[in-house]
């Protein structure tokens, strides 16, 4: 009876509902309580009640002396919901100690092959060492129906289980346990730890008329993507561009916002949403190396995630710099990295059979050998003035060698 009890459902505008499941009415009460201030924190998410019959996860629960966890019952299906559910789960868990077990009973996908839940688990520990709380003050174990022997008795469906700290779990004293040498230190720094940069535009309109112009002078008319015909058509075949603006300050809210992306790009039809640029201009704008750490966590996902098929990334940041071996000396060598340099950072989606169209028909190799010559014709200085400004209008009206087809 009290498995079958209304319970709290949560959902955004991209966000479908996640299910909120605790063994006993007294926890349930707690529970709801939680989710309601959690709510106040994060927007205005709306609340509906639903019935929930899955005793076999309560039971589990009890099983193995979980009987007080909460349970978020994701309604994902793929991958890219999961993570976005996950990652939702992570940034809204209370400060204190608290234990949270995110269920999947619908994602098939990890259910029916243990490797890729596995997969996904060592994705996110490799995201953990970014994160501000996971892997700090948040630790993340994985359980799977198929079990291993001497492990306890099997869950109904592949779970997440999280479990909070009131402080981060590597100290709570006065002694370091790392002396004057702390290891975190560099990585922290490469986040954006060292000086503040410059603030950004207030408004979310102001970043998207910026990020606009720069696309509409470097992406079009410099046809650094040849394939882009306007700042809202790109791609083969030639399809919508959208410009969601995130305004996270944490990894674990990119991360979330990220897959949210992931996922509306595979449910829209390539002729209505070709590409997607999202743009993060709170977080790591002074910090390009924090900003690649972060994308090479992405990248790699792509492939140990088995999305490379349907997906590509393109990563651009105000202090971009090619890492493709490459020497590029003086400033007529900088030029080339104007070519990623935006005036925020962003994260291009692009659909794989869409980047594969394409490069059959101008070769990858020959499209950076044209930029990188178009750009060097205007020259870093300038280009650097022009970014600083955020006017690129000294672009328009100039002689561009044209991509050979």
């Not at 019952?73 to 996950?86: G, K, L, Q, V």
């Not at 046809?223 to 603006?245: D, E, N, Q, W």
């Not at 925020?344 to 044209?370: D, E, F, H, W």
């Amino acid at each position: 009876a009290e498995i079958g009890h209304p319970s709290v459902r949560m959902m955004t505008a991209t966000l479908p509902a996640l299910l909120l499941l605790s063994v006993g009415a007294a926890a349930l009460q707690a529970a709801a309580t939680r989710m309601l201030a959690a709510r106040a924190a994060v927007g205005s998410p709306r609340i509906a009640c639903v019935r929930c019959s899955d005793a076999d996860l309560a039971q589990w629960l009890v099983q193995t002396d979980r009987g007080g966890a909460r349970v978020v019952a994701s309604s994902a299906r793929t991958t890219a919901e999961a993570m976005r559910d996950f990652w939702y789960v992570v940034q809204n868990l209370g400060e204190g100690p608290d234990d949270v077990a995110v269920a999947f009973p619908e994602w098939r996908e990890a259910r029916d092959e243990p490797a890729l839940f596995q997969a996904v688990v060592q994705h996110i520990s490799s995201c953990s060492e970014l994160c501000e709380r996971l892997g700090e003050s948040v630790i993340c174990a994985a359980r799977h129906p198929s079990g291993s022997s001497g492990e306890e008795v099997a869950p109904p469906s592949p779970l997440l289980l999280l479990r909070s700290f009131a402080t981060s779990q590597w100290g709570g004293g006065d002694d370091d346990p790392f002396g004057d040498d702390d290891p975190f230190a560099a990585l922290e720094a490469r986040l954006g730890g060292g000086a503040a940069p410059p603030p950004p535009p207030a408004t979310d309109e102001d970043v998207l008329r910026q990020t606009h112009d720069w696309v509409e002078a470097v992406i079009v008319e410099m046809k650094v993507c040849p394939f882009s015909s306007s700042v809202h058509r790109a791609g083969l075949p030639a399809g919508g561009v959208t410009y969601p603006i995130s305004r996270a300050t944490s990894v674990e809210e990119v991360y979330q916002s990220f897959w949210e992306q992931v996922e509306v790009l595979a449910q829209t039809d390539e002729r209505t949403l070709a590409t997607v640029l999202l743009v993060t201009p709170d977080f790591a704008m002074g910090s390009a190396d924090g900003f690649d750490a972060f994308a090479n966590t992405l990248t790699e996902a792509l492939t140990s995630l088995r999305l490379e098929d349907t997906l590509q990334l393109v990563f651009f940041h105000p202090e971009y710099t090619f890492r493709d071996g490459k020497q590029r000396l003086g400033a007529e060598g900088e030029a080339a990295n104007f070519a990623r340099r935006s005036p925020y950072p962003m994260i291009n989606l692009l659909r794989t059979p869409q980047v594969r169209s394409a490069q059959k028909g101008i070769p990858t190799g020959s499209v950076y050998t044209t930029n990188e010559e178009n750009l060097q014709a205007v020259g870093a200085t300038e280009l650097r003035e022009m970014l600083q400004a955020r006017d690129w209008s000294g672009l328009f009206g100039r002689e561009y060698t044209p991509h050979v087809k």
